[in-house]
């Protein structure tokens, strides 16, 4: 398959992107900087996704380099921990920016190249976050652009389904990455205790949910986001 993972020089999108190399997929990346994978089937852009200009000239580059797409994963976005009181609404508006309006962005591009699949069904898969079921404090900014992000899913799954475009969520515990490097032990301890599975996730956790919700296993799977280590 074809398939374009946003955010891959770091973290979760890297590890994603060396897994399906590896399974003998193609994978097109992007980032702000450069890229950090060295691979034959692997293509790396550049571009701040937050630029919607630089985000629609990146899919008009893929379509005349690529053609299509079989899967696109929404991995790129970031995080902030604050009280709300003292998270200026500038930071809030930023954080959106990347992990909503560029994912709503990505969605809206990608459909063009998935639409040109040769595959029985495509897939888009967007991450999301426990901070999102467990409404976790100091997370405000972070949970409510991923609860967005949730309904984005539920929503676009019934608007792309005659498109045979499936879309699906992936809801991750704590993983210990650039992402969470800033978190203090006692708090990703605290969160860990609280998943059914008590072990900090690995990015190999994430890679046969990935695998399945965007290969043809789950060619009748659409509109779910389903969450990792039991956090209910
Ligand atoms: N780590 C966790 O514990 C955890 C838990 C739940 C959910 N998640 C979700 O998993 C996803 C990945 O997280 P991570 O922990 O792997 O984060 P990370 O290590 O910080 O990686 C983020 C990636 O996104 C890229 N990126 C950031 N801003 C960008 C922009 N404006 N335009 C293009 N690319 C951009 C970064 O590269 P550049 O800096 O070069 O742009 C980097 O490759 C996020 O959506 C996050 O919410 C993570």
Partial sequence: MKIMITGTRTGIGRALAEYLLAAGHEVVGCSRKPGTIEHVRYDHHRVDLTDGVALKALFRELRHTH?????????????????FMLTPEETTRRLFDLNFFAVLNCCREA??????????????????????????????AY????????????????????????VNGLGVPPVGTVLTR????????????????????????????VE?????????????????????
């Fill in 67 to 83: 053609g299509h797409l079989d899967a696109l994963i929404n991995n790129a976005g970031t995080s902030v921990m604050n009280h």
């Fill in 111 to 140: 459909v063009k190249l998935l639409r040109r699949s040769a595959q029985p069904t495509t897939a888009i898969l967007a991450l999301s976050t426990v901070a999102v079921p467990w409404a976790l404090d100091g997370h405000l």
């Fill in 182 to 209: 800033t978190v203090p032990t006692e708090r990703i301890d605290g969160l860990v205790a609280r998943q059914a599975i008590k072990r900090l996730c690995t990015t190999a956790d994430l890679v046969g949910p």
């Fill in 212 to 232: 399945f919700l965007i290969g043809p296993g789950s060619a009748f799977v659409t509109g779910e986001t389903i969450f990792l280590g039991g956090v209910n």
């Fill in 143 to 166: 949970s409510t652009s991923k609860a967005a992000v949730e309904q984005l899913v539920r929503v676009m799954s019934k608007e792309l389904a005659d498109q045979r475009i499936r």
